[in-house]
């Protein structure tokens, strides 16, 4: 088990990362402490390519941003995942917050952002119908747009495994000895690794990771934002992503077609002390509808079908801190990576793959990488006469197993068989369980495909690893006399 680089972390920043070194002949291994890939701040993420105009040019975060918003198209080329340059409206309901926009704009034409356009009213309705009547001006950024975080983590990891990048997931670093040219990793289970190189790309706990390394101390504060799905069939549904002015601390709660037909709202940004503190609350979805209905027509809360929240890891200084450890050799810290680090993720990937060569790291190119072009089969996606010859290759295709969503059988046996084996890891691989009834009628079927495919008895599975179990007790073991009264 010895490699030449060790990221711990597979969340967009260490997928990315992985993605680039496996274009060389490097040996690296991606370990992350959840049960899957992206299960860490990454799932819960808004999903938007942003447009580069929020932060100064001067810090990292917005170099990086606007680096990392050209490249993907080509990523899109080369992974298949669900992505949109749908464009960004930036809105203003007074003459005070178009003050802040004029702001925003000339920050945005500062750091070289192309095609920025100054609105009026009629012009926005133009762009953005679903927009209220009352909006007094903004802005068009057109090079923004929505992604869908899972898959793109998804397909970024096996792309990377796909060239040789090797994949540890439940491994949750609680050790790290160097021992001269090597650095000894051990997990909570007792698995250890070798890596010459290590990069920190551990999302809320890269402060404890740090530590653990003796590299550089610093504190991530979590920033938790809570999010508001709606409905695909919601009126409210906008073309383009509509964000408010800015506050301090946040862009704001926004309305944004996701790249899969839904609609999110959101999110909050307030301080949190528990790093796995997920939940929601009546009060700010309250607060999310009552913004939300003030810049768009049609926000129902009958739309709403599911809410959840994420955690932002903050440092002091806001910005994202990526840089060779001063303390610890051979060590890369990639913290903060607050937003827009999806949208500078690919960006983030490359500054790495550098920084690892000037630490020491050889890097030669492959002769050859191996893309997946072609695009999956998705039955929603597909028209009848494509299903029929997929049927003919397997019935499994026919068999749609969330109605919601219209995901067949065969897209649940391809997830699990690509490693995805926990039910939110199938939810995230092909959108089983997230329309409207949330795996209410779906999960129990999924589940026994699971259970077929992998082995594992039906009351071992897991929503997410761990000890989130989906059933209680044991199957069967139910008294006689309650069983005489079900037969009844």
Same mark, same amino acid.
């Given at each position: 088990?010895?490699?030449?680089?060790?990221?711990?972390?597979?969340?967009?920043?260490?997928?990315?990362?992985?993605?680039?070194?496996?274009?060389?002949?490097? !040996?690296?291994?991606?370990?992350?402490?959840?049960?899957?890939?992206?299960?860490?701040?990454?799932?819960?993420? $808004?999903?938007?390519?942003?447009?580069?105009?929020?932060?100064?040019?001067?810090? @990292?975060?917005?170099?990086?941003?606007?680096?990392?918003?050209?490249?993907?198209?080509? =990523?899109?080329?080369?992974?298949?995942?669900?992505?949109?340059?749908?464009?960004?409206?930036?809105?203003?309901?007074?003459?005070?917050?178009?003050?802040?926009?004029?702001? =925003?704009?000339?920050?945005?034409? +500062?750091?070289?952002?192309?095609? #920025?356009?100054?609105?009026?009213?009629?012009?926005? &309705?133009?762009?953005?119908?679903?927009?209220?009547?009352?909006?007094?001006?903004?802005?068009?950024?057109?090079?923004?747009?929505?992604?869908?975080?899972?898959?793109?983590?998804?397909?970024?990891?096996?792309?990377?495994?796909?060239?040789?990048?090797?994949?540890?997931?439940?491994?949750?670093?609680? +050790?790290?000895?160097?021992?001269?040219?090597?650095?000894?990793?051990?997990?909570?289970?007792?698995?250890?690794?070798?890596?010459?190189?290590?990069?920190?790309? /551990?999302?809320?706990?890269?402060?404890?990771? *740090?530590? #653990?390394?003796?590299?550089?101390?610093?504190?991530?504060?979590?920033?938790?934002?809570?999010?508001?799905? =709606?409905?695909?069939?919601?009126? /409210?549904?906008?073309?383009?992503?509509?964000?408010?002015?800015?506050?301090?601390?946040?862009?704001?709660?926004?309305?944004?077609?996701?790249?899969?037909?839904?609609?999110?709202?959101?999110?909050?940004?307030?301080?949190?002390?528990?790093?796995?503190?997920?939940?929601?609350?009546?009060?700010?979805?309250?607060?999310?509808?009552?913004?939300?209905?003030?810049?768009?027509?049609?926000?129902?809360?009958?739309? #709403?079908?599911?809410?959840?929240?994420? &955690?932002?890891?903050?440092?002091? $200084?806001?910005?994202?801190?990526?840089?060779?450890?001063?303390? /610890?050799?051979?060590?890369?810290?990639?913290?903060?990576?607050?937003?827009?680090?999806? %949208?500078? *993720?690919?960006?983030?990937?490359?500054?790495? !793959?550098?920084?690892?060569?000037?630490?020491? @790291?050889?890097?030669?190119?492959?002769?050859?990488?191996?893309?997946? @072009?072609?695009?999956?089969?998705? /039955?929603?996606?597909?028209?009848?006469?494509?299903?029929?010859?997929?049927?003919?290759?397997?019935?499994?295709?026919?068999?749609?197993?969330?109605?919601?969503?219209?995901?067949?059988?065969?897209?649940?046996?391809?997830?699990?068989?690509?490693?995805? %084996?926990? #039910?939110?890891?199938?939810?995230?691989?092909?959108?089983?369980?997230?329309?409207?009834?949330?795996?209410?009628?779906? $999960?129990?079927?999924?589940?026994?495909?699971?259970?077929?495919?992998?082995?594992?008895?039906?009351?071992?599975?897991?929503?997410?690893?761990?000890? $989130?179990?989906? @059933?209680?007790?044991?199957?069967?073991?139910?008294?006689?006399?309650?069983?005489?009264?079900?037969?009844?």
């Amino acid at each position: 088990m010895e490699y030449d680089v060790a990221i711990i972390g597979a969340g967009v920043s260490g997928a990315s990362t992985a993605w680039q070194l496996s274009r060389y002949n490097v !040996k690296t291994a991606l370990v992350e402490r959840w049960a899957d890939v992206g299960f860490g701040v990454s799932k819960a993420n $808004s999903g938007i390519i942003h447009g580069g105009f929020h932060h100064p040019v001067t810090s @990292l975060k917005a170099k990086l941003e606007i680096l990392g918003n050209l490249e993907f198209e080509k =990523l899109q080329y080369e992974l298949g995942f669900p992505f949109e340059r749908n464009g960004i409206v930036v809105v203003a309901f007074s003459e005070e917050e178009m003050a802040v926009v004029r702001k =925003l704009y000339a920050q945005g034409v +500062a750091n070289g952002v192309r095609n #920025l356009e100054m609105c009026g009213r009629d012009r926005l &309705l133009e762009l953005e119908p679903k927009l209220n009547p009352e909006v007094v001006g903004g802005f068009f950024c057109p090079n923004g747009g929505t992604i869908e975080p899972y898959r793109y983590v998804f397909s970024l990891v096996e792309g990377a495994r796909r060239n040789g990048v090797e994949l540890y997931t439940g491994f949750e670093v609680s +050790a790290a000895e160097n021992d001269g040219d090597c650095w000894r990793i051990t997990a909570a289970d007792g698995r250890t690794i070798r890596a010459r190189y290590a990069v920190n790309a /551990a999302g809320l706990f890269a402060d404890r990771v *740090s530590a #653990l390394f003796g590299g550089e101390t610093f504190t991530i504060h979590p920033r938790k934002g809570e999010e508001y799905l =709606l409905d695909r069939n919601s009126p /409210a549904r906008p073309r383009r992503v509509i964000f408010p002015v800015p506050t301090a601390h946040s862009k704001g709660v926004l309305v944004i077609p996701t790249a899969e037909g839904t609609t999110m709202i959101g999110p909050t940004a307030d301080p949190c002390e528990n790093k796995l503190d997920t939940s929601t609350c009546a009060d700010n979805m309250q607060r999310i509808l009552s913004l939300v209905r003030h810049m768009v027509n049609g926000v129902s809360p009958r739309d #709403l079908i599911t809410s959840f929240a994420g &955690l932002r890891p903050v440092l002091d $200084s806001e910005d994202f801190y990526i840089a060779r450890s001063e303390k /610890a050799p051979r060590f890369i810290q990639v913290a903060g990576i607050q937003s827009p680090g999806l %949208t500078a *993720s690919p960006a983030i990937g490359v500054y790495v !793959k550098d920084l690892l060569k000037q630490a020491g @790291l050889t890097l030669v190119e492959k002769e050859q990488i191996q893309y997946e @072009l072609a695009p999956r089969h998705e /039955a929603r996606h597909e028209t009848p006469e494509a299903l029929d010859r997929l049927h003919k290759t397997d019935p499994a295709w026919t068999h749609i197993v969330c109605r919601c969503e219209k995901v067949s059988e065969a897209e649940i046996v391809e997830a699990i068989r690509k490693g995805h %084996t926990t #039910l939110d890891g199938i939810k995230f691989y092909t959108r089983a369980g997230m329309g409207r009834c949330q795996g209410g009628f779906c $999960s129990a079927k999924i589940m026994k495909i699971l259970s077929r495919e992998t082995g594992t008895p039906m009351e071992e599975l897991t929503k997410k690893g761990g000890n $989130s179990r989906l @059933l209680g007790g044991r199957l069967g073991t139910l008294p006689v006399e309650s069983q005489k009264e079900e037969t009844l």
